[in-house]
C-alpha cells in the first residue's frame, strides 16, 4: 500500500513537472515568434519608407523644392535622401539583431557600411538629412537608444 501511495505520488510529480516544462517551451516558442513577428514588421516599414524614399529621391521637382526652401544645394538633398535610407536600413539591421534574428557578424558589416556613408570623414557631430546638416543628438532623439549606442561606439572605433 505504501509503495502504491509513493508511485502515485511520484506519477503525478512527473506528470505536473512535464506540463511545467511545457508551458515554459510554449512560452519561449510564443516569445520567439513575436521577436520575429517585430523584426519582420520594422523590416517591412524600413522598406516601405526605403521605396518612398529612393522615388523621392528621384523626383526632380521635389528635389529642386527642398532644396529651395531649405536653401542648400540639391546635390545635398540627394545625399540627405540616401543617409536616411542608410539610417533606416541599419537600424532595421540593429533590430533583426536585438530579436536574436541576425548574428553580430553580419550586424558589424551594416554598421560599417552605416559608419562609413553616413559620416565619410569620421563620427562627427552632424549627419546629412534631406533638410541639410541636422546636428546627431538631435537627430538621434527619434531612434531608438540601444541601436544609437551600439552605432555610436562601433562607429567611433572605426
Known amino acids: 500500500m505504501a509503495s502504491e501511495s509513493k508511485f502515485r505520488t511520484a506519477t503525478e510529480f512527473v506528470g505536473t513537472l512535464s506540463i511545467v516544462l511545457s508551458l515554459i517551451f510554449v512560452g519561449l516558442e510564443l516569445r520567439h515568434a513575436n521577436n520575429v513577428a517585430e523584426a519582420d514588421a520594422v523590416m517591412q516599414i524600413n522598406a516601405m519608407y526605403l521605396e518612398t524614399s529612393v522615388s523621392?529621391?528621384?523626383?526632380?521637382?521635389?528635389?529642386?523644392?527642398?532644396?529651395?526652401k531649405f536653401e542648400i544645394e540639391e546635390a545635398v538633398v540627394r545625399r540627405g535622401f540616401r543617409n536616411v535610407q542608410t539610417m533606416n536600413i541599419i537600424e532595421a539591421a540593429w533590430t533583426s539583431f536585438d530579436r536574436g534574428i541576425m548574428d553580430e557578424d553580419h550586424l558589424n558589416a551594416y554598421l560599417t557600411d552605416g559608419c562609413v556613408v553616413l559620416f565619410p570623414e569620421g563620427f562627427s557631430g552632424s549627419i546629412v538629412t534631406h533638410s541639410g546638416a541636422t546636428p546627431w543628438n538631435e537627430y538621434k532623439r527619434v531612434l531608438n537608444p540601444k541601436f544609437v549606442n551600439k552605432f555610436e561606439t562601433f562607429c567611433r572605433a572605426l
Open 56 to 68: 523621392a529621391e528621384h523626383d526632380p521637382d521635389l528635389i529642386r523644392s527642398l532644396a529651395e
